[in-house]
């Protein structure tokens, strides 16, 4: 029998068009597929429903059973790389592993560790591009310097890109290099201190009709004029390629929403300062956040007495989801109406979001507080009331979220719009005036 090849799935959970994987099976014909439920991460969760390890653990169940199906399975650990990938090392005679990028701060700490723990043992770790199209500094600036602002970065994206970067990798070619293997189920979901919440999530396909039809509905959160797909990309359960794709050919819009995160992580590649909770901008540290605790626990519980920003919050109380409109309205209203730092927030849906992710999550709080990399300008401050005019008409998404809406049992408004905004300039203004 010759030496294991691992390939360690982390946020790219599929067997088809994936990068690392690919590469993993052409180079060599023992591959050993293997997952950790790390518990440097899952132990940090205080919510033991967390719909994302529901989401993880089916598919991660799911894998498994299509590698059965090819003879193989997947190899499933529940523990931390540290210790995990020791106990591998003595259990199989392993030669290389394989597995794709990953650039959140978590992950490169992880990754270095353990590259450095595989050189010490003579193994070679290789890892690849996936789940983006463009990284590191493959879209730079004439200059050579990374992008700040979106429009340069997409048109230079635009112009960067040809059929290599959306080819998709034909992993099902080398499908009879999977380790020959008799494996063991995953763990349950229990077994790891955590519940089902018995949800269903949304699906991984997205119909023609609905990207050729973005760009007029993609605003109104009463409709499905979204993918819904931000879940599938963040675990790689879709493959980016394919996707951008399907948007070169049906919606230029819906072009730029993928390459807007491509961007994102462009940013906390280039820009780690993020990562350790600072503003982009370094200025809007300096914010005298007016922090009240009360207030914050009215916005999380979707109870301010603005209908659409309660709206938003109790969907994402109940669904792990926010459409995007929304989730600009919630956030404004949280850094400019009630002037709560906007790490509280980043931090509040980071624990809720079915899609979290932690680029995207920060770029679009760094977006609405205005200290981000092509941020709204301060001074712009959404108006809820005005908002809804715009987006809910009809008040029809806002009133599936708020049916007490027009009873004594709705709050009043914990803030007057016209003095919070008065208030926001004025704090701002000082702040940035140092
Ligand atoms: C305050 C705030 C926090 C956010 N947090 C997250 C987050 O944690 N995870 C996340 O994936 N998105 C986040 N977004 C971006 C956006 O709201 C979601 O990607 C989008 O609502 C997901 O719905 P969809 O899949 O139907 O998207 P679609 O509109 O169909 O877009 C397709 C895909 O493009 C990407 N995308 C779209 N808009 C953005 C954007 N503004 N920035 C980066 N990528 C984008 C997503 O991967 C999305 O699935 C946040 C936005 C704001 C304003």
Sequence with gaps: MSKYTLFWFRRDLR???????????????????????????????????????????????????????????????????????????????????????????????RDNMVHEYLQSEGIDFRTFKDHVIFEKNEVLSGSKTPYTVFTPYSRKWKETLNDFYVKSYPTEK????????????PPSLESMGFQPVGMNFPVKEVKDLLVKNYAEKRDFPAILGTSRLSVHLRFGTVSIRELVRKAQNLSETWLNELIWRDFYFNVVYHFPHICQGHSFRKEYDLIQWRNNQQEFEAWCKGQTGYPIVDAGMRELNATGFM????????????????????????????????????????????????????????????????????????????????????????????????????????????????
């Design 15 to 109: 067997l088809h068009d994936n990068a690392g994987l690919y590469r993993a099976l052409r180079n060599h014909s023992n591959v050993l597929p293997i997952f950790i439920f790390d518990k440097n991460i899952l132990d940090k969760l205080d919510d033991k429903k967390d719909r994302r390890v529901e989401f993880i653990h089916q598919t991660i169940t799911d894998l498994d059973i299509q590698l059965k199906a090819l003879g193989s399975g997947l190899l499933v650990k529940y523990g931390t790389p540290e210790t995990v990938f020791p106990e591998l090392l003595s259990n199989y005679d392993i030669e290389a592993v394989y597995t794709n990028h990953d650039f959140e701060s978590y992950a490169i700490e």
């Design 174 to 185: 080398y499908f009879s290099n999977f380790s020959k293997i008799n494996l063991p189920n």
């Design 323 to 434: 459409h995007n409109r929304v989730r600009m309205i919630v956030a404004s209203f949280l850094t400019k109406h009630l002037l709560i730092d906007w790490r509280w927030g980043e931090a509040y849906f980071a624990k809720k979001l079915l899609d979290f992710d932690f680029a995207a999550n920060n770029g679009g709080w760094q977006w609405a507080s205005g200290s981000g990399c092509d941020a709204a300008p301060y001074f712009r401050v959404f108006n809820p009331t005005l908002q809804t005019q715009k987006f809910d008409k009809q008040l029809e998404y806002t009133k599936r979220w708020v049916p007490e809406l027009n009873s004594l049992d709705y709050p009043q408004p914990i803030v007057n719009h016209e003095i919070a905004r008065k208030r926001v300039l004025e704090v701002y203004k000082n702040a940035l005036q140092k």
